[in-house]
């Protein structure tokens, strides 16, 4: 009942109450959600460090980023090709790369966090940076499973600190859910929310509950799938054909499960297995620690439940 309350407030108060502008943004993770996150960013006019421990995949996510927006923009922009032209020199200009976040976070108003669903790296990684980035700065991450409120426990700054969950792919995928912690602050909330406003997002909230609203519904079904296939009661082939016709979805779950990555997919189903050891919906399978084991995890890798190359 509390939390009822809480964010009714959270609601009436929310065109009154001040937000951080956001204009320089440092996003950590230069995967396919960091990538595609720092594209929505660069081309709606903020700042952008794109920040990965890994030089070439920043150099793959620049290439990609490039590649999609010139898409944009010959669509967009297919009467007025110099004012495309311009978008494109605009966005690109407010991309800029570094593997050291420390050195980075000096200017910047907001960090998103996109690096790999595991609790301690996150933990690590937020604990280091709050000593260094300036007090204004908001943290947010970009988890698809584990508590944000465990997250940010390593800061200092639970007041600065939320959940911003972003869809794959983003440039594509209209959502964003907003998570406040029971620390997080108003001004933060409306700060988060306004961001997302400003990529073009609808946004949508819930409480900093395992999966939030989109996972907690989506990993079920894509587990029932998964089982449905191990116990061979259809192909994935079938299952894939049956909920994209049946159900008008644009990707059967082992397609979803390719894209979206099968790694993800088992830091996420090993961390609700911990939390849950009694839940059979979170034992493990035979058939995806394979596919992990063998470095098979899905389009990023060239393979996972299906071949890409
Ligand atoms: C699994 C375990 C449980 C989940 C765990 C973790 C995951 C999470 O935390 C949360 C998630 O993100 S869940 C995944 C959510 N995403 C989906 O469900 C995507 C489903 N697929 C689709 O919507 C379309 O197949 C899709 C849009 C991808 C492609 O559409 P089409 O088949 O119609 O293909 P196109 O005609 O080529 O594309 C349509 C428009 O989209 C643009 N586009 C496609 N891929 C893109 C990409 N990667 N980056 C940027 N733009 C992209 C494409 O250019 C085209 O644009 P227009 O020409 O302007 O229409
Ligand atoms: N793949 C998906 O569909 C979605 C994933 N997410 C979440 O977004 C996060 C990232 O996922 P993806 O982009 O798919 O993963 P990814 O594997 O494509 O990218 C992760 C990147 O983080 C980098 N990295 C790892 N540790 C780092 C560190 N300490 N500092 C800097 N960079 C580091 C890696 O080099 C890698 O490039 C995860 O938390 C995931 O759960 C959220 C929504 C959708």
Redesign the pocket.
């Known amino acids: 009942m509390a939390f009822f309350t809480h964010h009714i407030c959270r609601g009436l108060s929310s065109s009154a109450v001040r937000h951080v502008v956001i204009k320089n943004v440092t996003i950590i993770g230069g995967g396919q959600m960091g990538a595609?996150i720092a594209q929505v960013a660069a081309s709606t006019g903020h700042a952008v460090t794109l920040v990965d421990t890994n030089e070439d995949i920043l150099k793959k996510a620049v290439k990609g980023i490039e590649g999609?927006l010139k898409?944009?923009v010959k669509?967009k922009f297919a009467d007025k090709p110099e004012a495309g032209e311009e978008f494109l020199q605009k966005a690109m200009q407010n991309v800029s790369i570094s593997t050291d976040a420390g050195s980075v976070v000096q200017g910047t108003d907001l960090v998103v966090e996109a690096i790999v669903e595991n609790l301690k790296v996150k933990q690590d990684l937020f604990g280091g940076l709050d000593k260094v980035a300036p007090a204004h700065t908001i943290f947010a991450s970009n988890t698809?499973s584990l508590s944000i409120t465990d997250i940010a426990s390593s800061t200092n700054r639970l007041d600065r600190f939320g959940g911003l969950?972003f869809?794959?792919?983003v440039?594509?995928?209209r959502l964003v859910e907003v998570i406040a912690t029971s620390s997080t602050s108003q001004e933060t909330f409306d700060s988060l929310l306004n961001f997302s406003k400003m990529l073009g997002k609808t946004s949508v909230s819930c409480k900093d509950t395992p999966g939030f609203i989109?996972?907690r519904l989506?990993?079920p079904y894509?587990l029932d799938a998964v089982r449905m296939y191990e116990r061979g009661d259809g192909s994935k082939e079938d299952i894939d054909i049956a909920m994209k016709l049946g159900c008008g979805y644009?990707?059967g779950p082992f397609e979803?499960?390719d894209?979206?990555g099968l790694d993800?997919?088992k830091f996420?189903m090993d961390g609700w297995s911990a939390a849950n050891p009694d839940n059979p919906m979170f034992a493990q399978s035979e058939v995806l620690n394979k596919l992990v084991a063998e470095g098979k995890f899905g389009k990023k890798t060239g393979e996972g439940f299906y071949k890409y190359k």
């Open positions: 595609g999609n898409r944009v669509k698809s969950h869809f794959n792919p440039p594509v995928m989109v996972n989506l990993l894509i644009p990707m979803l499960s894209y979206v993800t997919m996420i």
